[in-house]
């Protein structure tokens, strides 16, 4: 545990303020709370898929293989809106997701990127105008309500509680040799 939770907190209190996000105490403390809840159901992965796998470069080449997926389908690389209807179901097992969207919301509410340039020029992306952070998140597909910001720690918990289960169930029906 203090394995996932030092370099969380420690990572976040060096870059934070040095990447000029958010000065507010709450902003900080929802970026730390969320970069656990990433970590977490992720290490959790990790011990769901290697509990019980006789060979390491299996589990190895399992975990490396499900992040990858992850991290195609999180936001980061492609826009979800855009991605076809036959496989944007994958989103919802991603992990980076829902971190992702949480530190959108987190850092882009209430921010305005243009308060004094017409909106009708040239900052324009496909006819759309991207001035304030709800913008953004809008043309990204993040939910604007506070409980859009919730619902993705509430997601990353629910992973846990699955991945955990998933590797005690695996670990309990293992079997032993005496």
């Known amino acids: 545990m203090k394995n996932m939770l030092l370099p969380s907190i420690l990572f976040t209190c060096i870059i934070y303020f040095l990447l000029g996000l958010k000065p507010t105490a709450e902003a900080f403390f929802i970026m730390m709370f969320t970069l656990m809840m990433v970590a977490y159901p992720a290490s959790s992965m990790g011990l769901a898929i290697a509990a019980g796998q006789s060979l390491v470069t299996v589990a190895t080449l399992l975990m490396t293989i499900s992040f990858v997926f992850m991290v195609i389908f999180s936001g980061l690389l492609v826009n979800l809106k855009t991605v076809v209807s036959w496989l944007s179901w994958i989103q919802y097992f991603s992990i980076p997701r829902y971190g992702y969207s949480a530190l959108h919301y987190n850092e882009f509410v209430g921010l305005n990127f243009c308060p004094d340039l017409n909106t009708t020029a040239n900052n324009t992306r496909q006819g759309y105008?991207?001035?304030?952070?709800?913008?953004?998140?809008?043309?990204?597909?993040?939910?604007?309500?506070?409980?859009?910001?919730?619902?993705?720690?509430v997601a990353l918990a629910c992973m846990i509680v699955i991945f955990l289960t998933i590797a005690y169930l695996k670990l309990l029906f293992l079997r032993k040799y005496s």
């Open 129 to 153: 105008a991207i001035c304030t952070g709800e913008d953004y998140m809008t043309y990204q597909g993040i939910e604007l309500s506070p409980w859009g910001l919730w619902k993705n720690h």
